[in-house]
């Protein structure tokens, strides 16, 4: 077991650092032990474990690996299984190889050659006739309808995250913006149980974002200019480590340019309190969470925008 778990760590350091199947992966997110053994090494979760089995959210499922958009939520359907379906992928998004069993076929991300699972015909579970039966550990989520395209994603705390999530919502393309919890070890948190300051998560965001538009740099920038970095577990009237500042990193290169900026404050004289620190499970939030200002008409009460670069 510990020669196996050794030899997905090399495979992914060389995923990161180097290349494979001749594309350039240095901006490909950093992946755990599971999501290695998975996409790396073609393995398959267990059944009924993944995130998306019974995940019913609206937008785009991505590739975990390297963003690109694969398949449409209306794409979608309950087969039963124990792993997510769909019965159609956007155009040219997946391939499709002969598995080294001989019997089946497996897709993998066209752009990253990232394993994904396996596809079926004939089962006769919608009209279309075919299943793609895929690990939830090779997806990703965004809540919005996107077309092919290389989306990468950023994890920011700063506070609550209503005034966060409303801020980043405003960025061009910035495409999806979630509401969540990470940085903790309690899984599958609710928020009361976050607000006892106990789970060691704090209330972030994931922003899903068009890197042909906006960059990561910007959007960290953002972040960092409505919220107020030099607080230390608290924001505002808000106080408690769930509300810490804090930026969690989904590649070496956000590791990178995250360190980067809060040098640029540093040196402009400001004391920083964000923490840069490796990405671990997001949770989404409870539905009332999301979209909560623009759903409730109100205005941030502990977020604003200031100028500090």
């Known amino acids: 077991m510990k020669r196996a778990k050794i030899y997905l760590l090399i495979l992914n350091i060389i995923i990161m650092t180097g290349s494979i199947n001749g594309q350039n992966s240095g901006l490909y997110r950093i992946l755990t032990v599971e999501e290695s053994g998975v996409i790396l090494n073609k393995g398959t979760e267990r059944a009924w474990t993944g995130k998306f089995t019974d995940h019913k959210g609206n937008g785009t499922y991505l590739c975990k690996q390297c963003g690109e958009a694969l398949y449409r939520s209306g794409d979608k359907f309950d087969s039963n299984c124990g792993w997510p379906s769909f019965d159609d992928a956007l155009p040219g998004a997946v391939k499709r190889i002969p598995d080294a ?20 015909e004939g089962e006769g579970f919608t009209s279309k006739n075919i299943r793609h039966c895929v690990n939830s550990v090779s997806l990703d989520f965004a809540e919005a309808e996107l077309e092919r395209g290389r989306y990468e994603t950023a994890l920011l705390a700063g506070g609550c995250f209503w005034g966060v999530e409303y801020y980043l919502q405003k960025m061009d393309g910035v495409e999806s913006v979630v509401s969540g919890f990470t940085g903790g070890k309690v899984k599958n948190p609710s928020y009361r149980e976050v607000t006892t300051g106990r789970t060691g998560h704090a209330e972030t965001v994931k922003v899903v974002f068009d890197p042909e538009k906006v960059s990561y740099e910007e959007v960290v920038k953002m972040f960092l200019e409505i919220h107020d970095p030099t607080e230390v577990d608290r924001q505002g ?17 956000q590791k990178e340019v995250a360190g ?11 004391k920083v309190a964000t923490k840069v620190t490796k990405a671990t499970e997001f949770y989404e939030a409870e539905d009332y969470h999301q979209d909560y200002y623009f759903n409730n008409g109100k205005m941030p009460y502990c977020h604003a925008y200031t100028s500090r670069f």
């Open 260 to 270: 980067d900026l809060l040098g640029q404050l540093k040196e402009k004289g400001y």
């Open 237 to 253: 009237p808000d106080i408690g480590n769930q509300y810490r500042s804090e930026i969690f990193y989904l590649s070496e290169k």
């Open 101 to 120: 069993d001989g019997m089946r076929t497996e897709i993998v991300c066209s752009n990253c050659g990232g394993h994904l699972g396996h596809v079926f």
